[in-house]
């Protein structure tokens, strides 16, 4: 409520984007999930302009937004996906875990009977009886379930059906002043990157005291200038000096959301062979919500084939 004021006709939009934007974040918030699912799937692209959004608009506002969220910068992924994420969003907020992203697996093994998850154990291939791993020693297993991405997945279960992933590249820079005392995600509408935030603005732990650490996501590899480009373009965004940033690392991954396009049918079961299972995003939608809906699927249909 205290941004209201940004929603002003004339700020953000037009009264004719405002109506569509109020009229489908209703529908996103209020409707059943398996309404959302329902229905022929489209592009996003083709569903916003369906909701009436201008051209102008879609290009200033959901597209720098959702190029981030998709990993891609058409707008050619599912209506059906966007629509949940959609809803996620109005119904939750962005956040980012204290002690970083470990800390949701972490909180899941903890709530398990001691010595249930085997770390650092990579699984070689699937055997008749359960699994080997790479130290050659055998797991015995009734149920194995695949939950390693994509790539992974399709060398232990061949013949599985994965789709092609979005590769991104995320920058980390460290500043010795905070160039927006805020935990705001920006965009770019020039699309020189997906999106940055001051990290450090958002989990103060995530720097040493009176440092700034700065996240910038790009779509694709890190090539030759790419970091002093992406650099330059930070220092128009934030109207800071980016000359004295320190760059500390940067990641590339190479899976880091499956493609999904339409039709998505947004869940498909675990099973892929007797006592064999997958689950993962790419068997339901490319998040980490996805992941955990796909894990919970796999684990129903494992009780149900073991008779528990
Ligand atoms: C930069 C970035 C930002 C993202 N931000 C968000 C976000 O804000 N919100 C969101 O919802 N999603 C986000 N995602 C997407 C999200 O991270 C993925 O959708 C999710 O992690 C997929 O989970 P998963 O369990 O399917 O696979 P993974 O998380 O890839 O887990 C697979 C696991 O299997 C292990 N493994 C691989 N091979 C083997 C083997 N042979 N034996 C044993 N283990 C093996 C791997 O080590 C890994 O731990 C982001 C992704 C990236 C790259």
């Not at 006709?9 to 398996?34: E, F, I, K």
């Not at 597209?63 to 050619?76: A, I, K």
């Not at 020693?137 to 991405?149: C, H, I, S």
């Not at 002093?228 to 000096?241: H, N, S």
Request: proline share 7%.
């Amino acid at each position: 409520p205290r941004h209201l004021g940004d929603l002003r006709p004339g700020r953000l939009a037009g009264p004719r984007d405002l109506l569509a934007l109020g009229a489908l974040s209703a529908r996103d918030l209020l409707a059943p999930v398996r309404l959302l699912k329902r229905g022929e799937d489209r592009t996003t692209r083709t569903a916003l302009a369906a909701a009436g959004f201008s051209e102008e608009f879609v290009e200033r506002f959901f597209r720098p937004f959702l190029s981030g969220v998709f990993l891609e910068d058409e707008l050619e992924t599912s209506a059906r996906f966007f629509h949940l994420v959609w809803r996620s969003m109005l119904r939750g907020n962005l956040c980012l875990p204290a002690e970083g992203i470990g800390a949701v697996p972490r909180l899941l093994a903890d709530a398990l009977p001691a010595g249930t998850v085997r770390l650092e154990r990579a699984v070689a291939a699937l055997t008749d009886d359960g699994v080997e791993l790479v130290t050659g020693a055998e797991l015995p297993a009734r149920a194995v379930v695949v939950a390693t991405g994509p790539g992974p997945a399709a060398v232990l279960l061949p013949g599985l059906d994965v789709p092609a992933y979005r590769v991104v590249t995320t920058y980390y820079h460290v500043g010795a002043r905070s160039p927006l005392a805020e935990p705001t995600l920006l965009t770019d509408t020039r699309g020189r990157f997906l999106n940055t935030c001051v990290l450090t603005e958002v989990v103060p732990g995530y720097a040493p005291a009176g440092l700034s650490l700065i996240a910038t996501s790009v779509l694709g590899e890190d090539t030759p200038g790419r970091e002093r480009a992406v650099r330059e373009a930070l220092g128009d965004a934030y109207g800071a000096d980016s000359d004295g940033w320190d760059l500390l690392t940067s990641r590339t991954v190479r899976d880091a959301l499956p493609v999904m396009t339409p039709p998505q049918p947004l869940g498909r079961t675990a099973r892929v062979a007797p006592g064999r299972y997958v689950c993962g995003d790419h068997r339901a939608t490319g998040s980490v919500q996805g992941a955990l809906a796909s894990g919970a699927r796999a684990a129903r249909e494992v009780a149900r084939d073991l008779g528990r």
